[in-house]
């Protein structure tokens, strides 16, 4: 078997300014995207022939840039051939958000469809975050995607995509997964499927996947809430080997369950006001406290440039802070012009986004180097300012500081700290594992938690909890 791999993946964010260059994408075209996706020894394994076209994956951000993406979907699209191939495994976000376009998922499964027609099988890996459109769904034949948030099951999910299109292509069938929408929007920090209200629904989802026969794939997804399109939020996606009507069946019993319990959706980690936020992790018990400036989170796809917690870290007088971290280009650059131990007086925030606050630091300029990236490749310089009793990271590009290894990667060690801010909403479970509490703050920023100060114009309505209770 011939099966053309592809995945082209950057969580869009629509309230945010900034956008999203080629530049800013972690890109391994041809037979180098092989270091970057979990199904080629799987897929070699099964005796197929792999076909390669790109890997292009980024920091969730703004729109991306139209001529960019356009580029990467002309690379992907040409490097599918027209025939002798069995299968296409494509590895998606689903919340791609394309300036002057829209869903860059549905963009690209049009382009690839125009190319190879209806005749192959598309088998798609999705984040659990994806805001699946109509066009998505009708345009693949199976829809798999992470169980898990926060995510640790990537490699299962594209193994698990890979296993359902074998099976398509052995068994010779074309499925048409089935979608029904959950008119819902909650912050993706109040959803995690480990624990209740959506345990229950995800469970649901794999007894189903299991034990109804014929089945291929039932999955859950919370969408991403910072995109406003009529199909952001919530959806229920089941594919079944040959029966739509089983599918959509079971896809109806899984929404209706998720709506019913949409009133006992809150946030599951420790959430308050900003000073609040400041005032606990000061006078906390723990050596160590992580705050989330969530409205300001990277990951999330916010700029990564509001200084507004460290002025309000400033201003409450908190002692033995590490900011990890903020983008600034500039401030970084002077950064790189200064010696080690120079002492430098700079202006860090609101370069990218003009809401973001500006503070102004001096410190002591203690390391500089590269950073690495959200995906694992490299973000560009950074720079660590030792300002007494704050500590700063500068960096030149947009960061996130999720893992233990990207702070590593500038030789710091944040166990020190009493309090360390992130440009996060809940920690990674890398990071997760080693804090002893975390605290989310209610910041201010495109990745507010706060669902009136979105200001959304375009979703659909009615929806919970913005308009009074309906059904
Ligand atoms: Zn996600």
């Known amino acids: 078997m011939r099966i053309a791999i592809g995945s082209l993946q950057c969580e869009g964010n629509s309230l945010t300014p900034i956008y999203t260059k080629f530049e800013d994408f972690d890109y391994a075209p041809g037979e180098a995207m092989y270091d970057e996706i979990k199904v080629v020894d799987y897929f070699r394994e099964h005796g197929c022939e792999l076909v390669p076209t790109i890997y292009a994956h980024a920091l969730p951000g703004g729109a991306v840039v139209k001529a960019d993406f356009l580029r990467l979907v002309d690379e992907l699209v040409d490097a599918i051939p027209t025939e002798g191939i069995d299968g296409i495994w494509l590895y998606l976000h689903g919340a ?26 598309i088998s798609v890996a999705m984040d659990f975050h994806a805001d699946n459109t109509d066009e998505i769904i009708r345009m693949v034949n199976c829809v798999t995607a992470f169980r898990t948030a926060p995510h640790c099951d990537h490699k299962e999910t594209q193994i698990r995509a890979a296993e359902n299109l074998l099976r398509i292509i052995e068994k010779k069938i074309m499925p048409a997964p089935q979608m029904e929408r959950v008119n819902v929007v909650i912050c993706g920090d109040a959803v995690q499927t480990a624990l209740e209200p959506l345990k229950g629904i995800m469970e649901m989802a794999e007894q189903f996947e299991r034990t109804v026969p014929g089945m291929l794939s039932v999955q859950v997804f919370n969408g991403q809430p910072w995109i406003d399109e009529p199909y952001m939020g919530p959806s229920i996606v089941v594919t079944h080997e040959s029966d739509t009507a089983i599918a959509k069946e079971y896809a109806k019993k899984l929404a209706d369950a998720f709506y019913a319990v949409r009133h006992d959706f809150k946030f599951l980690i420790e959430a308050v006001e900003p000073d609040e936020a400041i005032r606990r992790a000061m006078t906390a018990a723990e050596a160590q406290v992580f705050l989330s400036d969530s409205g300001d989170n990277t990951t999330a796809g916010a700029a990564g440039d509001n200084a507004f917690m460290i002025n309000r870290l400033q201003r409450a007088g908190a002692k033995n802070v590490l900011v990890a971290g903020i983008a600034d280009e500039a401030a970084c650059e002077k950064c790189y012009q200064a010696n080690i131990g120079d002492v430098l007086t700079l202006q860090v925030g609101g370069s990218l986004d003009k809401n973001s606050e500006t503070a102004t630091i001096t410190g002591k300029l203690i390391h500089r180097g590269d950073i690495v990236s959200y995906t694992g490749g490299n973000a560009g310089p950074s720079a660590t300012l030792d300002c007494g009793d704050m500590t700063v990271v500068v960096t030149k590009n947009r960061a996130s500081m999720c893992r233990p290894d990207i702070f590593e990667s500038i030789d710091l060690d944040y166990t020190p700290y009493k309090i360390v801010v992130v440009k996060l909403g809940y920690l990674f479970p890398e990071l997760a594992a080693k804090a002893e509490r975390a605290i989310l703050a209610f910041t201010p920023g495109s990745s507010t938690e706060r669902l009136e100060d979105m200001n959304m114009k375009k979703i659909r309505r009615p929806m919970f909890p913005l308009d009074d209770d309906f059904q």
């Open 96 to 121: 791609m958000y394309v300036e002057e376009i829209g869903s860059g998922d549905t963009y690209l499964l049009k382009q690839i469809r125009a190319k190879v027609g209806y005749d192959i099988p």
